[in-house]
């Protein structure tokens, strides 16, 4: 079901805002990595979905691949498809290739892996809420793919900061079970 017109707006709104936020801020990468591996130290048994970062969301190439992701894990990656708008999930070691947005991206024919092995979900967004709320590119990408996972998955947006009183949302929107920033992993809702 499509948005109604007012959360649609409140959407767009929102979104302008916080692209010129990001514009501004200088995220401590490696403070954000540090605080989730300390959080998946005691996350559930399971692969732990990353993502690659486009310009301005917190890097996560350190919790992914280097000393940071020692004793945690597996790690795999999401694929934006070509067309379409199902994410699939990709070991985070597979071969990569550019996506046309400027993120590098597990190769089509890698190994995929089933959502049921799927233990936790690095979201990102531009903004996100206490509650839970999250505001992405407005594609649905992350909502399609979270919408299909068992709810036992936890869902952790990884913010860079900004954090709002609400973020509007319509039926289809997945709400976080966590939130991380530079401070560190909090679960939601506050």
């Known amino acids: 079901m499509p948005p109604s017109q007012d959360v ?20 401590d990468h490696r403070r954000v990595q540090v605080g989730l591996a300390r959080f998946l130290t005691g996350a559930p048994a399971g ?11 917190p890097d996560l190439s350190g919790l992914l691949s280097g000393d940071i992701a020692q004793g945690i894990g597996p790690f795999a990656l999401t694929r934006t498809p070509p067309t ?13 290739e550019l996506h046309r947005y400027g993120f590098s991206q597990p190769v089509a024919d890698s190994r995929h892996i089933a959502d049921a092995d799927l233990a936790v979900v690095l979201v990102p967004g531009l903004a996100f809420d206490r509650q839970g709320g999250r505001l992405g590119f407005g ?31 319509d039926e289809h929107d997945v709400a976080m079970t966590h939130l991380a920033t530079e401070i560190g992993v909090v679960p939601l809702p506050l």
């Open 8 to 27: 649609a707006a409140e959407k767009a709104e929102l979104r302008a805002r916080a692209k010129k936020n990001r514009a501004g801020v200088q995220i």
């Open 47 to 57: 692969w732990v979905v990353g993502f690659s970062a486009l310009k301005g969301e």
């Open 84 to 96: 379409g708008f199902d994410l699939t999930v990709h070991p985070a070691d597979a071969e990569r």
């Open 139 to 169: 594609a649905g990408y992350y909502d399609r793919f979270l919408g299909r996972l068992d709810d036992s998955v936890l869902r952790v947006g990884v913010s860079d900061g900004f954090v709002v009183d609400v973020v509007p949302s």
